[in-house]
Structure formats: structure tokens, C-alpha cells
């Protein structure tokens, strides 16, 4: 079982950026397929990025294509989610997540390691 640390939330203003990093332990991590997801209070935990074992293929949810860029780098056990022009409603807890699987998936059900979460609110 993975052990996952966020970091790199905090207050952004509308408009700007911000980078996420996300370290993992506790096991091969370059067999991992890997997750971001927010949840907003009160919604639901929603997909946001994921990114293959070597890094070569990624999936964006629709609502952040063409703002968001996920990277991984094995040799650091690190994997990241920027995201740009951030927007007031993206406020919420932005979660790293690791999954066994080969193929990249949308659904929580398929990770299985999850980090506590790095709250980013953004502010207009």
C-alpha cells in the first residue's frame, strides 16, 4: 500500500495558477497508475487528471483540457498536477491517487491508495 502526501494548495486568486505535488512511499511506484480528484464541499469527488505508469499517456476530465497538465517523475516518486486560470468554483480538496490497473480510468472504485487532500481555495 502506497503512502500519499499532498502538497502545494493553499489561497490562489482567480485568473492564476497552481502547481500540486504529490510523494509517494511505501511501495514500486512506477507500477502505479496514478489520480488527481477534487471534492467541493458538499459534491461529490470528482475526477480531475490521471497519468500513465511511465508517464506517456494521460486523461484530463473535460472541464480542465487545455488548463491542466499532469507529470510524474519515477526517480523522485513524485507526481504533480498544475492547473492554470483557475476559476472561483474549483475551489475544493484536491486529492493524489494511485491505482494498480493498466489502463487509465475516471473512477474512484479503481484507486486504491489515497493521500489526505491539499485544500486550494480560489478567490476573485
Known amino acids: 500500500q502506497l503512502q500519499l502526501v499532498e502538497s502545494g494548495g493553499g489561497l490562489v486568486q482567480a485568473g492564476d495558477s497552481v502547481r500540486l505535488s504529490c510523494v509517494a512511499s511505501?511501495?514500486?511506484?512506477?507500477?502505479?497508475?496514478f489520480g488527481w480528484f477534487r471534492q467541493a464541499p458538499g459534491k461529490e469527488r470528482d475526477f480531475v487528471a490521471s497519468?500513465?505508469?511511465?508517464?506517456?499517456?494521460?486523461m484530463y476530465a473535460d472541464s480542465v483540457k487545455g488548463r491542466a497538465t499532469i507529470s510524474r517523475n519515477n526517480a523522485e516518486n513524485t507526481v504533480w498536477l498544475h492547473m492554470s486560470r483557475l476559476k472561483s468554483d474549483e475551489t475544493a480538496v484536491y486529492y493524489c491517487?494511485?491505482?494498480?490497473?493498466?489502463?487509465?480510468?475516471?473512477?474512484?472504485?479503481?484507486?486504491?491508495?489515497w493521500g489526505q487532500g491539499t485544500q486550494v481555495t480560489v478567490f476573485s
Open positions: 511505501g511501495g514500486t511506484f512506477n507500477t502505479y497508475i
Open positions: 491517487a494511485a491505482g494498480t490497473g493498466v489502463e487509465l480510468t475516471q473512477q474512484l472504485k479503481h484507486y486504491a491508495d
Open positions: 497519468i500513465s505508469w511511465q508517464g506517456g499517456g494521460t
